[in-house]
């Protein structure tokens, strides 16, 4: 897409703002196909800059560890750039820095993959992507390397695990999902992590970075040519996938409440608030995105905030969100109070979640989020990495290719009744996980 195609492509959805209008796809065109491979490719040609981000995801996150082997997915996807093709990870190291590109990685509970942004002449491009290929198609999983790393790691979570902040996470994940795999902490557990070996991490590869699964997202400076050939060598040789599909298992509602009491010296009571929320695609998605945004994704505008640090001075911030997964992602309240606050902080924040879900929000409410929401949206898509990221989000989750020239008109389709209705659908205030770890209350969870 040239300089102009996308000044008018985000005219085109300022526009939006004011006239309501049905799919406008082709305002950004999206190309699609797979590859002989099967791999899925989603391209968006802009000269604009000379640059070339390009990503290849698998459903290869921490989802698909098992308890007794959590930070298999996170070591797997790590050590494939320390170590392919011939090439050590200094070699990886200095191939890439010589041409000026940035090859990194990207790991969640549902994804993982590789991401290269390098100039787009032939005379850097091609080296930069002959290295990602190696990564890719090559893996070595050094043994001395995978020792160095997991010593590396275990130091590192021996460390987090004396932090107030990881405490309330890892207790957060494993009450909201108990044994579901989503509960797992991604980077493993000590005494997880202390097991993996160079088999394992061979053999997850194998299942999981496999050419029919995976999702290539190529943004900028190629044509359509050039983007079949990258993507075709960047996946042909991948690993087949064998019979066995994979998936991540569903995540079960809360049965209750769960409050919990952490013990730690720190000052301040770290509090998280939540339960298992919505998977990528649900309905519900857009009345419980602007209904959040009220609530506690807002800021200094949000209920929670009003609630909690205006009217009260209970907290610095609080803020709310869902994480939307292939499975039902968390929702998630967090914020830090004085220890002789918590219990009252708590108070407040369940009293104004319960008022939300049962009335939702004023009609004034949602005006103001939708203007804001709308009115910031051209921000979220104003350089080629944010277009990038939305493409292998897109593609990743099979969202509709017109996910983001729907996003302002399904933003202005929410109405109070929606949101009203989706937190009803989707909240329990009376299940809801209660973490609080440090502020010296022992029992301000318990409520």
């Known amino acids: 897409m040239s300089t102009r195609a996308l000044k008018a492509f985000i005219f085109a959805l300022l526009a939006v703002l004011t006239i309501a209008s ?62 392919a093709g011939g090439l050590s990870e200094n070699e990886i190291a200095r191939r890439i820095a010589d041409v ?33 290929a190696k990564v890719l198609l090559q893996p070595e999983f050094p043994q001395d390397v995978l020792a160095r790393e997991r ?20 207790a957060f994940s494993r009450a909201v999902f108990v044994d579901h795999p989503y509960g797992l902490r991604g980077s493993g557990e000590v005494e997880t992590v202390k097991t993996l070996t160079r088999d394992e991490l061979v053999g997850f590869y194998r299942s999981h970075y496999v050419a029919s699964r995976a999702v ?27 019979p066995e599909p994979i998936s991540i298992p569903p995540v079960d ?28 695609g649900d309905p519900d998605y857009f009345a419980l995105f602007v209904g959040n945004y009220i609530l506690g994704g807002g800021g200094f505008e949000s209920r929670l905030t009003e609630e909690v640090r205006s009217k009260r001075g209970l907290a610095y911030s609080v803020y709310s969100y869902f994480v939307p997964l292939l499975r039902e992602g968390p929702f998630q309240i967090g ?17 104004t979640l319960r008022a939300f879900v049962a009335k939702g929000p004023t009609d004034q409410e949602l005006e103001d989020a ?52 989706a937190f009803s659908r ?10 609080v770890v440090g502020g010296g209350v022992a029992a301000a969870a318990d409520r």
């Open 100 to 132: 000026g590109a940035n090859l990194g990685g990207r790991f969640d509970s549902d994804r993982a993959g590789v991401y290269l942004r390098t100039l787009s002449n032939p005379a850097e491009r091609d080296p930069a992507l002959e290295v990602m």
């Open 426 to 435: 989707h909240i329990d205030p009376s299940k809801l996980v209660t973490i």
């Open 151 to 170: 010593a590396r790691a275990i130091a590192g979570l021996k460390e987090a695990d004396t932090k107030p902040d990881t405490l309330a996470n890892r």
């Open 335 to 351: 914020l830090q109070t004085r220890g002789d606050q918590a219990k009252a902080a708590i108070d407040v924040v369940t009293q």
């Open 216 to 242: 290539v997202a190529i943004m900028g400076d190629v044509s359509r040519d050039e983007a079949e050939k990258i993507a075709e060598g960047l996946t042909a040789d991948l690993p087949r996938a064998g």
């Open 253 to 280: 509602e809360l049965a209750q409440a769960v409050a919990t009491n952490i013990a730690h010296p720190a000052s301040q009571a770290h509090i998280l608030i939540g339960a298992p929320g919505i998977r990528r």
């Open 370 to 421: 939708k203007s804001n929401l709308i009115g910031g949206f051209p921000l979220r898509i104003d350089s080629n990495r944010k277009i990038h990221g939305y493409l292998a989000m897109i593609g990743f989750y099979n969202m509709p290719l017109s996910y983001l020239e729907d996003f302002v008109p399904n933003i202005r389709k929410v109405t109070v009744a929606d949101i009203k209705a």
């Open 22 to 83: 049905g799919s406008a796809h082709a305002l950004l065109p999206i190309q699609d196909w797979k590859t002989s491979s099967g791999a899925r490719v989603l391209f968006v040609e802009n000269h604009d800059l000379p640059m070339l981000d390009v990503s290849v995801d698998f459903p290869a996150g921490s989802g698909y560890d098992t308890k007794d082997k959590a930070g298999r997915a996170a070591f797997t996807q790590q050590l494939l750039r320390l170590g």
